[in-house]
């Protein structure tokens, strides 16, 4: 009777592996389509866009996990998960989008955005240091991500002009704003969702085959709370979305930090334990 | 963390091209952070 249970077990587990890879890879694609149709009619760049929105769409999983490891007392999955995001954002999803099409970027274009996201990066390493990220540094950082939203605003504002049509929101039936502003929510939700079938069912299905819990937080957890990243950078190469693909793993590596990092410590001080791995990752 | 950031940003802002090659170099170098961090993980 037990050993039915785990055969049940670990088939709903893989049934929600790959549900959770099919609502990934539709939700990529809605959302890349709906951002670009949306950032053409508001005349506002694709850089903007996949910089902003996307980017903070897709560091959703992180934020949820991160929130709720430190509010339970797990500070350093919650750091762990920011630093490891990060780290699996350069490498391994910029790596396997550049494997699908060679990425290519205009310094110039991507010079205040990388700025920033370098920026985040000194912030975090040195209140890493420190030892904790205190409340007033959560504000902080946080007020930093909004001011640097609003001036995106209104250095992008009519950028869009000169970006191509985009035909594959035409073929969706996107042809209104609040159709495209319905498959973008609808697409962030599938991104949100797919996220939390592939971990949990990644989770289940590592206890029912017999695989260490730590193995499968440090590689299955990290990784799939990247997925959102890899799905909308790969749906963006074979779009051909170059800006786009750049702007949502800079966007998404200031926001992790800023942001996730930001709200976490606003809500609750974040405390670096010196001794821990994550401390040297960072 | 800060390491891989620089150096990515650095690479963006001079070379500002990732090809095939240097996507498949970057997987193996996630697939090293892994086994370090791995390792760091079951020392600790």
């Known amino acids: 009777m037990n050993e039915l249970g785990d055969y049940q077990l670990t088939v709903l587990s893989f049934g929600a592996i790959a549900f959770g890879l099919y609502l ?34 897709t560091s959703a999983p992180e934020l949820f996990t991160s929130v709720n490891a430190n509010l339970t007392g797990f500070p350093g999955i919650s750091l762990g998960n920011v630093v490891g995001s990060n780290i699996a954002n350069i490498l391994l999803i910029l790596g396997a989008t550049a494997i699908v099409f060679t990425i290519r970027g205009k310094p110039s274009e991507l010079m205040r955005d990388v700025l920033i996201m370098v920026g985040a990066t000194i912030i ?44 594959d929101a035409d073929a969706k039936g996107i042809d209104t704003m609040g159709k495209g502003l319905g498959f973008f929510v609808a697409g962030l939700t599938a991104l949100v969702a797919g996220s939390e079938m592939l971990v949990q ?23 799939g709370t990247s997925l959102p990243e890899l799905s909308t950078c790969i749906a963006a190469a074979l779009k051909r979305q170059t800006n786009m693909i750049i702007g949502n793993i800079v966007g998404s590596n200031a926001f992790n930090i800023l942001s996730i990092v930001g709200i976490t410590a606003m809500l609750k001080p974040l405390a670096v334990d010196p001794a821990s791995p994550i401390s040297t990752c960072g | 963390m800060a390491g891989v950031t620089v150096a990515f940003a650095a690479w963006m802002l001079t070379v500002s091209r990732i090809g095939r090659t240097a996507g498949i170099l970057m997987i193996a170098a996630y697939v090293g952070f892994v086994a370090f961090a791995y390792q760091d993980l079951i020392l600790a």
């Not at chain 1, 939700?27 to 389509?33: H, P, R, Y």
């Not at chain 1, 299905?205 to 937080?217: F, H, K, L, M, T």
């Open chain 1, 24 to 57: 990934l890879i539709k939700g990529g694609d809605w959302t890349i389509d709906a951002a670009a149709f949306i950032a053409e009619r508001a005349g506002l760049s694709k850089l903007f866009i996949g910089a902003t929105i996307v980017a903070f769409g």
């Open chain 1, 124 to 167: 975090l390493v040195a209140l890493m240091i420190y030892g904790v990220v205190p409340r007033w540094a959560g504000f902080g950082m946080f007020a930093i991500l909004a001011a640097f939203v609003a001036y995106q605003y209104w250095t992008d504002a009519g950028a869009g002009e000169a970006d191509e049509h985009d035909e």
């Open chain 1, 201 to 223: 069912g990644a989770v289940a299905a590592g206890n029912a085959i017999g695989v260490p819990e730590a193995v499968i937080g440090l590689t299955v957890v990290a990784v």
